[in-house]
T-cell receptor, first 115, second 115 residues
């Protein structure tokens, strides 16, 4: 069965520093990959997604992610973070091995941006 | 923002009582989902629906049932609430990209406490 591993539960970083949030998933022939962000006391919202095509995906708020099929990874990056990026970030995968209509979420990574 | 509402937003109940949470959408999306969010677990799928009267179990369905009599409404029922069901519950909606679920849009969540 598909699984998603977010390698860091918490990532503290100083404002204006770069950040990478790591995500690995189980191997599958065809996957859709997502990063969602959750601000305090809110629901999740889409940050970016990979369905097909270019392996470098750009999302909102200056975030980007790279799909690496050989390493089954989809790491999220931002070159310079802001205080307002403090939130929880979830990596998610949809694929045919999970029935196509189910999305498997990672446990989340809490990003703390310090002044 | 996608038109998704959840009611109630907060509820405190006692062990052994039945509880029903409602999700309402105005987007006419085919797929609807119920997740629970607990620290360290991310989001776990409880049940989902792929059409009116068409539902299926997720990974943590024990103790929960669902119904979907109209496209816009998806109800989650805790048949006899237990303290282990204290959680934040999120509803989500989606359309599919071919055979695989595309972006999910989340409601604001319901915080349920079972005493």
């Amino acid at each position: 069965a598909q699984s998603v591993t977010q390698l860091d539960s918490q990532v503290p970083v100083f404002e204006e520093a770069p950040v990478e949030l790591r995500c690995n998933y189980s191997s599958s022939v065809s996957v859709y990959l997502f990063w969602y962000v959750q601000y305090p006391n809110q629901g999740l919202q889409l940050l970016l997604k990979y369905l097909s095509g270019s392996t470098l995906v750009k999302g909102i708020n200056g975030f980007e992610a790279e799909f690496n099929k050989s390493q089954t990874s989809f790491h999220l990056r931002k070159p310079s973070v802001h205080i307002s990026d403090t939130a929880e970030y979830f990596c998610a995968v949809s694929d045919l091995s999970t029935g196509g209509f189910k999305t498997i979420f990672g446990a989340g990574t809490r990003l703390f941006v310090k002044a | 923002d996608a038109g998704i509402t959840q009611s109630p937003r907060h509820k405190v109940t006692e062990t052994g009582t039945p509880v029903t949470l409602r999700c309402h959408q105005t987007e006419n999306h085919r797929y609807m989902y119920w997740y629970r969010q607990d620290p360290g677990h991310g989001l776990r799928l409880i049940h989902y629906s792929y059409g009116v009267k068409d539902t299926d179990k997720g990974e943590v369905s024990d103790g929960y049932s669902v119904s979907r009599s109209k496209t816009e409404d998806f109800l989650l029922t805790l048949e006899s609430a237990t303290s282990s069901q204290t959680s934040v519950y999120f509803c989500a909606i989606s359309e599919s990209e071919g055979l695989i679920t595309d972006t999910q849009y989340f409601g604001p969540g319901t915080r349920l406490t079972v005493l």
